[in-house]
């Protein structure tokens, strides 16, 4: 069986490395039909240099998408064969600007034949297929210039661990876990403060029994994550107390959490959230955002580590 029949759209990458294998061994061959002692990987430098009389290599590397090394590596070798000349920018000599020698322009007339030639091979080619590969290809990397590849499996990484995440009220069961998992984030950036000692040795009486709501989340049978909403009056509550286990980060667990007590504070009347935190704190300010919590300035508060305030509107 052929191996990409048998992985499938897995090994998409394998499999246009190979096609490029494959035009790039034709290649090497049409260059030495038309009698054009180019390397291969060298076709987009030249074709630009042979439209315009010079250019920086800042200035190739933007116009045909390599790295500024990669296109740096080029012109050497394309000058070390004799075809390039290269020049300092008489206003900025950190600036290396790159034109075709004599050589280099003898190879034009041929160069543009092939072009010519192999565009009309490479469009007979594309006709004959049933789906324009040009304008698919134009497409993935107009999406994977938005939404990289990675972030992409990272999504889909996120989704398949979240079902196998429930996130469950709060019982008396849990109250050590709930405790744990706060220290562990809390100890790790700051200290224990004498709010963070109430609530997590008495969340009954300093959360629950006043109408707020404490969730927990299970990943495969294991507490890994936690989060309070604290009621501050009829129309607010605060998001507090939100941990996940460091071996549990990265599965979407705090986004879960996050929902579960957006839609509490819904199902509760209230008109806003706000939340406590602080800047160092990074991922967690990411999420926060993506929430939909936007910063405020806020009432003074009962916590040194607080450098920022945010608030999710409701209504």
């Not at 000349?85 to 004599?102: F, G, H, N, P, Y």
């Not at 040795?201 to 404490?214: K, N, Q, R, S």
Request: proline content about 3%; overall charge negative.
């Amino acid at each position: 069986m052929d191996f990409y029949s048998q992985t499938g759209k897995v090994a998409l990458g394998s499999r246009l490395r190979r096609l490029s294998e494959k035009l790039t061994e034709d290649a090497a061959k049409i260059y030495d039909l038309y009698e054009v002692t180019l390397d291969p990987k060298w076709f987009p430098v030249f074709y630009v240099l042979s439209h315009q009389e010079c250019a920086s290599i800042t200035e190739i590397a933007q116009m045909i998408g390599h790295s500024h090394p990669s296109v740096s590596q080029i012109v050497k070798e394309m000058n070390r064969k004799g075809l390039t000349v290269l020049d300092k920018d008489l206003e900025d000599a950190r600036v290396s600007i790159v034109r075709l020698s004599e050589q280099g322009k003898q190879l034009i007339p041929q160069f543009k034949q092939q072009v010519s030639d192999v565009t009309q091979a490479v469009e007979e080619l594309l006709s004959e297929t049933q789906h324009d590969l040009w304008k698919a290809l134009e497409a993935i990397e107009f999406l994977l210039a938005s939404r990289s590849f990675l972030d992409r499996v990272q999504s889909v990484r996120k989704d398949r661990e979240r079902q196998h995440t429930e996130i469950i009220d709060y019982a008396p069961k849990f109250h050590s876990d709930f405790k744990r998992l706060n220290c562990e984030w809390i100890e790790k950036y700051f200290k224990l403060e004498a709010a963070d000692y109430q609530s997590l040795d008495h969340p009954d009486e300093t959360i629950l029994h006043p109408g707020g709501h404490i969730y927990m989340a299970v990943n495969n049978g294991e507490i890994v994550g936690t989060c309070a909403l604290i009621k501050i009056d009829n129309d607010t509550y605060e998001l507090a107390k939100m941990a996940v286990a460091e071996t549990a980060r990265g599965k979407g667990i705090g986004w879960l959490l996050g929902q579960a007590a957006i839609q509490k504070a819904r199902d509760l009347g209230a008109k806003a959230i706000c939340l406590e935190s602080n800047t160092v704190l990074a991922p967690a300010i990411n999420l926060y955002r993506k929430l939909g919590f936007q910063q405020i300035v806020g009432h003074a508060s009962s916590y040194e580590r607080c450098n920022i305030q945010m608030e999710l509107k409701l209504l």
